[in-house]
């Protein structure tokens, strides 16, 4: 019987295939919204005119037309619905951009809404109820058929079935997959198939991905597990493993700014970062822990406000195209969610201290702690915004101001505590004026002011920036003293030193920070040296002084600035022309207008540009024949220069074409004395007879204390062989 059996028009007869288990419809939300507000029992009443049946679902959407044909719903069909000027226009248009994006979708929520309708029907009224929803005729006993097979849904499993395409849309997996789990097993639904297969092979990637990134890790190769955990990320937006690994690979470390700032406020954590460059949305996440520890992710604002008190945690800033992670996230500092206590002010009288400031509406209690100049502490009766002490006792009086909270799995969390001191006692005079002045390798300091008591010189350490001058400062927090080597009075400060000295004025356990200078040793240079190349240049090697970025060259013509950078690339070379030159290089001072305590600036002596060229010179025809060859050996050297000393000039002969490789690699022809060259300028020396076999090959050589002064000029090879 035609329709009977649910299928049968698609060559299945008998067989009930390819009941939906879910709408698939990412939109979903929307459509049924609409519907409801129409009235409409099913979507399929959209199809329909009023008060008309005849719907056929089994072999795609149709609709009566005419007097017994029937139309097909597809997406031109939609659109003229969308186009009437009917309540359902709307709603057909949501359609109709459906189906553009799946041709499957419209029969696929219609036949998924009609048998749901069916199912919370008893059995027995089921064919009637098909009926009453517009159902055709012929197609009533298949549809019963349907909701007889298919599993009914409850209301659980309804709401994962109808959330999954916003969740597969999406891209969270891990959604999808716990949806999935709450569908009911063992039904025969292509789409949700489909959607497993599609899901199996995502997290193959995934793992991939993942295994690749912790080995990456564990080799210590950042860049590269960043990399493979965006991968796995992109193809599965909810993987809380890629998520926190890639957090984890892009993690500021401690002491190094972040490109995410997480600043804690009263009742708020403010995220701010720098956008320039992005041009997609972000996803900003904060990760922490929940009440049973197990970490745990949330999306929150810019300005989140939902705080988990008393737990450490740390954001994200995920930027995102498409819905999809579109590069690494910007990460926070960890940060501990316990605010304190804002505009903290401490005035102090006779006898008296009052205290005001603003309270984190979060806090289950704050406390105030005092401690007296007798080392006793009390616990104060605290009012809401501050409080007052009277009849104190002469001394320091240490205040500390906690917050408490309640950590998610119950314990108590206190914040660190704004700190403050106030005292009733005199201080000392301050240090009004702070100089130094370099000595050689040492620096003298001298001041005025603080007449009535001790001064301490003081380094502040870390990055910390020293007080401004006047701040008033407890002793036992103070640097202990530069503790530099003196020498007659002065101080000999470290080379590589650049520090911050500052005077402060002390007083038993009261300071007054006064004024500071900046001074700066510059480190050594050693192993200094010099050697010419042709062309009036000179190559310069020396042993670059530690950290130092910087290094002053001068000569008798010029100055210049050296980087490590580029000295350790490319080498130093200097244009100094033909003539004898002092060449001296120290360190550079970096910071303007400190004090530089420098080192004797490290000097050599570039002897003048002296070179020594020799060439054969072949004997002129004789009647009898040639007579022996002349070796001419040349002394050149700038006019006026001195010298200290010219090396002795070797001629040495090998036969064959192939040059003497050294001064002992042939037979020695002759010998000229540097003193020789200094005093004639051109020595000329006829060549041996017949020294070596023929043809043999001539070569020079420089030898002596002061060969490496002194360029040799060779000629070309071939003007040197004898035959």
Not at 591 to 600: D, H, K, L, R, S
Not at 693 to 710: D, I, K, N, Q
């Amino acid at each position: 019987m035609a329709g009977r059996d649910f299928g049968h028009h698609l060559g299945l007869p008998r067989a009930l295939s390819g009941l939906p288990l879910s709408p698939l419809v990412a939109s979903y939300g929307e459509l049924v919204a609409v519907q409801h507000g129409l009235g409409l029992r099913h979507l399929g009443e959209a199809l329909l005119p009023p008060g008309v049946g005849g719907l056929s679902v089994l072999d795609g959407v149709y609709v009566p037309s005419g007097g017994r044909g029937r139309r097909r719903v597809d997406v031109p069909f939609l659109e003229d619905l969308a186009r009437a000027p009917t309540p359902t226009a709307e709603l057909a248009g949501l359609l109709a951009e459906v189906q553009r994006r799946d041709p499957q979708a419209v029969r696929r929520v219609v036949l998924y809404q009609l048998i749901g309708l069916l199912q919370d029907r008893p059995v027995q009224e089921r064919p009637q109820t098909a009926a009453h929803l517009g159902v055709h005729a012929d197609e009533v006993a298949a549809l019963v058929a349907a909701a007889r097979v298919r599993p009914a849904l409850d209301r659980r499993e309804r709401q994962a079935a109808e959330s999954l395409a916003g969740a597969w849309e999406q891209h969270r997996l891990h959604r999808v997959r716990t949806l999935l789990e709450r569908l009911p097993h063992g039904t025969d639904d292509p789409a949700l198939r489909s959607l497993r297969t599609e899901s199996a092979r995502r997290f193959a990637v995934v793992d991939g991905a993942l295994l690749a990134g912790r080995r990456a890790e564990d080799g210590r190769d950042a860049e590269t597990a960043g990399a493979e955990y965006l991968r796995a990320l992109r193809e599965v937006a909810d993987d809380r493993r890629a998520l926190r690994g890639l957090v984890r690979t892009h993690r500021p470390r401690a002491g190094e700014p972040a490109a995410l700032d997480a600043e804690l406020g009263l009742d708020h954590v403010r995220l701010t970062w720098d956008e320039a460059g992005s041009d997609g949305d972000w996803r900003l996440l904060c990760l922490h822990r929940d009440e049973r520890g197990a970490p745990t992710v949330r999306e929150v604002s810019a300005r989140d406000e939902a705080l988990v008190l008393g737990s450490p945690v740390r954001y994200a800033a995920l930027p995102l195209r498409d819905g999809l992670a579109d590069g690494p996230p910007l990460v926070s500092h960890q940060l501990l969610v316990t605010p304190e206590v804002e505009a903290l002010t401490l005035t102090d009288g006779p006898e008296r201290i009052e205290g005001t400031w603003k309270r984190p509406p979060g806090a289950t209690d704050v406390t105030v702690e005092r401690t007296g100049p007798d080392a006793t502490a009390e616990q104060l009766t605290v009012l809401s915004k501050g409080f007052t002490l009277t009849g104190l006792s002469p001394g320091r009086h240490d205040i500390r101001v906690v917050c408490h909270y309640r950590a998610p799995d119950g314990r108590p969390v206190t914040s660190p505590g704004v700190r403050a001191t106030r005292t009733v006692h005199p201080w000392p005079s301050p240090v009004h004026t702070l100089a130094a002045r370099p000595e050689g390798d040492t620096v003298r300091f001298a001041w005025t002011g603080a007449e009535d008591a001790d001064v301490r010189l003081v380094e502040w350490p870390g990055e910390a920036p020293a007080p401004v001058p006047g701040a008033e400062l407890h002793t036992r927090d103070l640097p202990a003293g530069l503790g530099w080597a003196e020498r007659d009075g002065a101080l000999c400060p470290p080379p590589g030193l650049h520090v911050r000295v500052a005077a402060v004025a002390v007083l038993g356990e009261r300071a007054l920070a006064g004024p500071g200078v900046e001074v700066e040793a510059l480190r050594p240079v050693t192993g200094l040296a010099a050697r010419r190349l042709p062309g009036g240049e000179a190559e310069i090697s020396l042993d670059w002084p530690g950290d130092t970025p910087h290094l002053r060259v001068s000569w008798d013509a010029g100055e210049r600035s050296v980087t490590a950078h580029a000295y350790r690339r490319g080498g130093l070379r200097l244009s100094v022309g033909p003539r004898a030159v002092r060449i001296r290089v120290a360190a550079a001072a970096q910071a303007p207008g400190a004090v530089v305590v420098e080192p004797g600036a490290a000097e050599v002596l570039l002897p003048p540009d002296t070179a020594i060229g020799y060439q054969l010179v072949r004997a002129p025809r004789r009647l009898l024949g040639r007579g022996r060859p002349l070796l001419r050996v040349t002394l050149s050297a700038p006019e006026g220069e001195e010298h200290d000393g010219a090396p002795e000039f070797v001629c040495v002969a090998r036969s064959g074409t192939l040059r003497p490789r050294s001064a002992a690699d042939g037979t020695t022809l002759l010998r000229i004395p540097g003193t020789d060259l200094l005093r004639l300028g051109t020595v000329e020396q006829e060549l041996p007879a017949a020294p070596c076999p023929a043809p043999y090959t001539l070569r020079g050589f420089l030898l002596g204390e002061h060969a490496a002064s002194v360029r040799l000029e060779e000629p070309s090879p071939a003007t040197l062989v004898v035959r």
